[in-house]
């Protein structure tokens, strides 16, 4: 069925409309952590401060084989004009800095030999930049990035190594190594990019705050060990507060209207139930603009009226990580996702299909924005809560066959890592004949020669190809891969 692929974020409702609602409810026109734009290469949500990266350029300086009567020693070519290139890259990381609200610090000259990388090495070991840039237009300046990427290890700066050259020969096994983002690649300033997005995603990480409401009687607070993630807890008797102080006003109204309008069957839904999945939705953007948060978890079973389903969808469709059941490292996986590529993940309940060797992927609060905000919607419909009978509702999604898709896992600890599949989707069933959760979607892992090998409960599925970006991420920050059952390649 035909969905509008210019919808705004908010189940329809346009971006501005949605704002006026939520701050007629909240006190605001804006929450802070709504203010960036919706663009996926946009920077994260909360003002905070992005990554600095030093960026090294590699090569002789000009000249050095304009009397030189053999050529060869000036490979790549003495038509190879270095420093324009050197422009030419400069150029395009001012832009890649401007995108992704971050500082690529650069200087208009080379490392041209040991002497130069020494003195480098001394300004690194001074101000210690989030990463460490190296573009070599020249074979010979290999012993220079290999002094640096050295001193980097040394002082645990992450590295990206950019070889910008059609041609250069020899091994590169000693560089597909962790701590380290080896590209060999013409003109490929899109991975540069993205290696860029992996060192300002950890920096986010580092300064970001979740909330996890539960029956805690009293606030507090802790740290995740290796994101540096600060969760704080909050009473879920503030939330309740806060549920039932949220006033229905005309605006509401008119959100709850476009929700039901854009679905294409409201099955068993009441207009109270919709006024408390609103009441919820606002009760919980109010917590989030009061505390500065990104994002939230919740011990949301069992309550009645109170379950956010609904919200958690729409807050996760606007990259505003949300996650059931107080799970925290699904909402680190979340906040990771939405940070490293830009989607939403969908949290869900795993499942096997054992005769045709598949996979289910099942929960509740899936995001009709599965592309992005700025991205189209999935067609979608709204129902009753699938496992209690107090009417409350929630949202069932369809999900595209054939679309590629991504699933993720980070597995906190003393040492942390990432379970990662790839897929494609299959089919997203009714409900019924398919059982669980609302929303039921069937995946062919394609990574691995047996669906069941895939482990973990409530895993992120990602709709898109982005196996490749997630295991680079992991490999640049020294994460272990668990990777069950996966024989592929790391790096590919």
């Not at 379970?419 to 892992?445: F, K, L, Q, W």
């Amino acid at each position: 069925m035909s969905r509008h692929d210019n919808i705004e974020a908010g189940y329809g409702l346009g971006r501005r409309d949605f704002l006026a609602a939520a701050g007629i409810a909240g006190g605001a026109t804006m929450f802070p952590w709504m203010k960036a734009t919706v663009a996926q290469s946009a920077p994260p949500v909360r003002n905070k401060e992005g990554a600095t990266v030093r960026a090294v350029f590699l090569y002789p300086p000009s000249g050095t084989f304009s009397n030189n009567p053999d050529g060869w020693w000036s490979w790549p070519g003495n038509e190879y004009d270095a420093e324009g290139r050197q422009k030419k890259y400069m150029a395009a990381l001012a832009d890649m800095e401007k995108r992704l609200g971050m500082e690529i610090v650069m200087e208009n000259r080379s490392v041209a030999g040991n002497a130069d990388a020494q003195k480098l090495i001394g300004e690194l070991e001074t101000s210690r930049p989030d990463g460490l840039l190296l573009v070599m237009f020249y074979n010979n300046s290999l012993p220079q990035a290999n002094l640096l990427i050295e001193a980097a290890k040394k002082l645990d700066i992450p590295v990206v190594f950019f070889i910008g050259l059609g041609v250069k020969h020899g091994s590169i096994a000693a560089y597909r190594r962790p701590g380290l983002f080896f590209i060999q690649s013409l003109e490929n300033l899109d991975a540069i990019e993205y290696g860029m997005r992996m060192i300002n995603t950890r920096k986010q990480l580092r300064q970001s705050l979740l909330l996890s409401i539960t029956e805690a009687d009293q606030p507090r607070e802790a740290t995740e060990s290796f994101f540096g993630i600060k969760v704080r807890v909050i009473p879920f008797s503030r939330y309740a507060d806060q549920f039932h102080k949220v006033q229905i006003t005309e605006a509401t109204q008119s959100l709850m209207k476009k929700l039901t309008r854009e679905a294409v069957e409201v099955r068993g839904v009441t207009e109270e139930s919709l006024r408390n999945a609103m009441r919820a939705h606002l009760a919980l953007t109010e917590l989030l603009r009061d505390e500065n948060a990104d994002g939230l978890t919740m011990n949301c079973l069992r309550r009645g009226m109170l379950k956010p389903c609904i919200s958690f969808s729409l807050l996760n469709g606007m990259l505003t990580p949300a996650a059931c059941e107080n799970d925290l490292p699904a909402v680190y996986t979340q906040l990771l996702g939405q940070l490293l590529i830009g989607r939403p993940g969908f949290q869900h309940n795993p499942c096997y299909e054992t005769e045709k060797n598949h996979y289910y992927a099942s929960h509740c609060t899936c995001p009709t924005k599965v592309y992005g905000p700025d991205g189209p919607e999935l067609t979608y419909l709204l129902r009753r809560f699938a496992h209690t009978n107090e009417g409350s509702c929630a949202i069932q999604t369809f999900w595209k066959p054939e679309e590629p898709v991504t699933m993720v896992r980070y597995h906190p600890g003393e040492k942390p890592a990432l379970d990662v599949y790839s897929g494609r989707v299959v089919i997203s069933h009714p409900m019924p004949p398919a059982g669980g959760c609302t929303t039921n979607v069937e995946v062919e892992i394609t990574d691995r020669s047996d669906a069941c090998m895939v482990s973990g409960h409530h895993n992120l599925l990602f709709c898109g190809d982005f196996a490749r970006q997630f295991r680079l991420f992991a490999q640049l920050y020294k994460m272990e891969l668990a990777n069950t059952g996966y024989q592929g390649p790391r790096f590919v």
